[in-house]
């Protein structure tokens, strides 16, 4: 049964870099061109997809985080990883880290992390 | 940027009730849609994909329906389960999400 489990600090002072890692488990993060998503949700509010990459590192990102947002993969550990630069107190959020369903694609998410919370403050 | 627009916000509704929620995409996304359900303090729940296909083991009351622009997600009968916020999805060009609709007890 995959699992993916989001892991990193919970506080991110403003202007600093957030820095969260998503570990794949029950399965390999290379086997099929999957592609590995980041999602946010800001307290009581809808989503926001940040981006998403495959096994080799071919990343896309939101237009609106283009800049900021780096997403690295590791296969080694099996983990890809979410950075974002120079937070402020709207990027404070519960990030999730999720899979594509199809190979390939990149469309809808099948298999979510159990999210984790991040609060950006001094 | 497609934006991706649900009605209505909120919708109060009694078990056994049929219940209708709409999305709508700011540019046509052909059938590139997915709907989820989301419990407070969980991750999202694929329903549907590609604006029709049942995920593995979604019951049939969920249905979803709807091309282009204006989509459709019915829950033919409410069961005590389904009281949740559900989110649309496109990928037709990136990924945006609608902005929820919370199923309430009336």
């Known amino acids: 049964q995959l699992q993916l489990q989001e892991s990193g600090p919970g506080l991110v002072k403003p202007s600093e870099t957030l820095s969260l890692t998503c570990t794949v488990s029950?399965?390999?993060?290379?086997?099929?061109?999957?592609?590995w998503g980041w999602i946010r949700q800001p307290p009581g509010k809808g989503l926001e997809w940040s981006g998403s990459?495959?096994?080799?590192?071919?990343?896309y990102y939101h237009p609106s985080l283009k800049g900021r947002v780096t997403i690295l993969v590791d296969t080694s550990k099996n983990q890809f990883s979410l950075k974002l630069s120079s937070v402020t107190a709207a990027d404070t959020a519960v990030y999730y880290c999720?899979?594509?369903?199809?190979?390939?694609?990149?469309?809808?998410?099948?298999?979510w992390g159990q999210g984790t919370l991040v609060t950006v403050s001094s | 940027d497609i934006q991706m627009t649900q009605s209505p916000s909120t919708l109060s509704a009694s078990v056994g009730d049929r219940v209708t929620i709409t999305c709508r995409a700011s540019?046509?996304?052909?059938?590139?849609l997915a709907w989820y359900q989301q419990k407070p303090g969980k991750a999202p729940k694929l329903l549907i994909y590609?604006?029709?296909t049942l995920d593995t083991g979604v019951p049939s009351r969920f249905s979803g329906s709807g091309s282009g622009t204006e989509f459709t997600l019915t829950i033919s009968s409410l069961q005590p389960d389904d009281f949740a916020t559900y989110y649309c999805?496109?990928?037709?060009?990136?990924?945006?999400f609608g902005g929820g609709t919370k199923v309430e007890i009336k």
């Open positions: 990459i495959d096994y080799s590192g071919s990343a």
């Open positions: 540019q046509s996304i052909s059938s590139w």
């Open positions: 999720a899979r594509h369903r199809e190979m390939a694609t990149i469309g809808e998410f099948d298999r």
């Open positions: 999805q496109q990928y037709n060009s990136d990924v945006s």
């Open positions: 590609q604006a029709s």
């Open positions: 029950g399965g390999s993060i290379s086997s099929g061109v999957y592609y």
